[in-house]
């Protein structure tokens, strides 16, 4: 087993060093022609998921609908492709330079991180996108997918290897891991000679087996237990209309409210409006005490565990808080690092709240739901950071790149 | 001793809040301060490392002389704590900052790590030196150094700790481990909930140790083990005075250089001259075939594993390549991505080895020495990255940093 992943490493090295020196001409084309394949090889990669989805005994129904593939789907993600090609080039910029004292002419520029690994559940949508990201951005990806989705991967990463070849570059820029075993997975996260950084993509269990257990520098994505908290200063409407978006707009995902805090100042007026307009979407609303007494049968009581519970459902938990200092103390010991926002019209508390809070994004007056490489303007997404280091907030593809120094010199040493 | 290091975590995780909002002019304060303290205490600082000294059974010589304070490397290391005061306040610059379609006004500003781990040996200079770089950059800091320097660091960390007293800062800003047992190493590398990013410092076993037991993500430092290729068409005595710097003038750090390629061109007239050189300082010559021919009983014969070992002493090795690719090939493979250099007048070589060579450093007719956040203009240094995320190469107080992104809107929400 270790055997088999060396080779898939040294292999995924060497493609690397290919693809870190590709133009951005050639790296267009071949993402252009890999959209292509993926559109005529449709019939083919569609009777791979019908494999897939030929026992599904014990799946839920949210889970078999991820991993199902359509026409108008596979022509999505196909279209997705073209558009990584359209992105501007990430490799090659001059991020700083100088000269030093002793004439050194020093450069930092931007370059591939190397080999990228991704493990990730049984979206199919996923082996593709991470594919056509991390070779724009000049990278060799190791994918490690789900058991569920094995045949439908193992199409896709065929057509992309295949449309590689014909631009007669290495196939291992591109590669499935097909031995799906967690033994494998565990090894894989521990493949340091090889492999420069572990990105999952997935379910928080997901994500935490790979911190857990990896070796590998990994990017931390995804977690959001994410909070509104409304001033007493706030305009109501504004803040109902937010947090209805907020949190029913798309539940499931990890940019949607978790949490809502409310002053107390106002929240005898407020909680039952809100409630009203949660109730409209059938969001069940779990109170702390005083939520509960304002509420009434309207609301459940939560247990400690619900402010640590991100549920990516219709479900809310709500808190009133006496203070703004209160809010960010919350917030600060509850929050996964993802999004907060504050519904205020006070310029102080909307100061105080952005510095205060520890998270990748900090929303004033708008909804966490735009916390997004597109809705940001990266034209791609390859995760939501949830830790501090290299990369924090949406991923796009500057944040799967790294830099080198350039020393030009004239035969200098150090005294 | 989970409990022990839950409320150290704890504690350092309420003082950063408060470190993350001070203003420069109190930082650079309370800095010069514990200069000054340190100054003044330095005869219970000098007592304190006497206890240390007592009984230094077995430890080598070199191991000693780091572990030994005097009067005078106190004063420097107070000099050090000082400079940082003087350094441009890393945090709260906004490194870009763009209006959405839907108007959205996004800012990436720089913010403090938050807590920060430090796991080093026996050099007590790490103890005030990491300190201060945490303080400035707005981090609280848990040290945890090598037992045989421990009276020594707790003295110092009680010095620290008294100023921030005396300024009404939270003392839990700095905390020193004092417990210095494996079990607890071992529990501080997964302590995710409460610290933000591990720095080992010191040896490359100790680094490797916090690789792969850590799951709190770490910044790999250090391992060194670096090249130097003489290309054809190298100028000679520029080669010649190169690489006796890049070995000699200090081999026992992560910068100097352990490995020479030389294009076979030129080994027949240039590895006697730079055997002499090397010779007149007293390094041993490890060479493959082709060198051993050459150099006859001037060399050893390298083994396998010599290509792959960081000497940090008076030990070079050779080997004799017949191309540019072939030398590139061969760094690719054994270097630990830090600092490599060719000595070269062809530019299209110059070009090719730069772009080609995966390290953080690559250098063109200079000494690999200067790898060096003090060389490079950041006037400070918390060690020299290897690994490709957050930062590459010399960190200063910018790789002590974050960014947040904070979002103002007027009642935005997604469609």
């Known amino acids: 087993m270790t055997e088999l992943l060396n080779k898939i490493g ?57 991993l199902t593939l359509t026409a108008d789907r596979l022509a999505g993600i196909a279209d997705g492709v073209r558009k990584v090609a359209d992105l501007p080039e990430p490799i090659g910029n001059v991020e700083r330079g100088w000269t030093t004292e002793s004439g050194l002419q020093i450069s930092q520029k931007r370059v591939s991180l190397g080999v990228v690994g991704i493990i990730y559940e049984a979206r199919p949508n996923v082996t593709v996108d991470s594919a056509a990201l991390c070779f724009k951005s000049g990278n060799a990806v190791i994918l490690r997918g789900g058991k569920e989705a094995l045949q439908t991967n193992i199409k896709m990463a065929a057509v992309l290897r295949d449309v590689l070849a014909e631009f007669d570059l290495p196939q291992d820029a591109v590669q499935l891991i097909t031995e799906t075993s967690h033994e494998l997975a565990q090894q894989f996260m521990r493949l340091n000679q090889y492999v420069d950084v572990l990105i999952p993509r997935g379910s928080s269990q997901l994500i935490q087996t790979v911190v857990q257990n990896a070796t590998v520098p990994v990017i931390e994505t995804g977690a959001g237990n994410c909070h509104i908290y409304v001033d007493e200063t706030a305009d109501l409407q504004m803040a109902e209309d937010i947090i209805v978006n907020a949190k029913t ?71 009133v808080v006496n203070t703004l200092e209160a809010a960010i103390d919350h917030i600060n010991q509850h929050n996964t690092k993802h999004s907060e926002a504050i519904i205020t019209t006070n310029y102080e508390h909307s100061q105080q709240f952005t510095q205060q809070i520890d998270a990748a994004c900090v929303y004033v007056n708008a909804s966490t739901r735009f916390t997004d490489g597109f809705e940001f303007g990266f034209g791609a997404e390859i995760g939501i950071s949830t830790q501090k280091l290299h990369a924090r907030g949406p991923m796009g593809l500057k944040e799967l790149t790294t830099t080198k120094y350039v020393i030009l010199g004239q035969g200098q040493i150090r005294e």
């Open 249 to 319: 707009q798309r539940p499931s995902v990890c940019n949607a409210t978790e949490k809502l805090l409310v002053n107390t100042a106002i929240a005898p007026d407020f909680l039952p409006r809100i409630a009203r307009a949660l109730a409209d979407k059938h969001v069940e609303i779990r109170g702390d005490q005083q939520t509960c007494q304002i509420l009434g049968d309207q609301a459940k009581p939560a247990q400690e565990a619900d402010w640590d519970t991100e549920y990516n459902d219709y479900i809310i938990a709500i808190k």
């Open 10 to 66: 040294q292999q995924a090295k060497a493609a690397s060093q290919v693809l870190a020196q590709l133009s951005t001409t050639t790296k267009n084309q071949v993402l252009r022609a890999m959209a292509d394949a993926l559109l005529d090889k449709t019939p083919e990669i569609l009777a791979a998921n019908q494999e897939d989805l030929a026992d599904t005994t014990g799946l839920a129904d949210k889970f078999i609908d991820r």
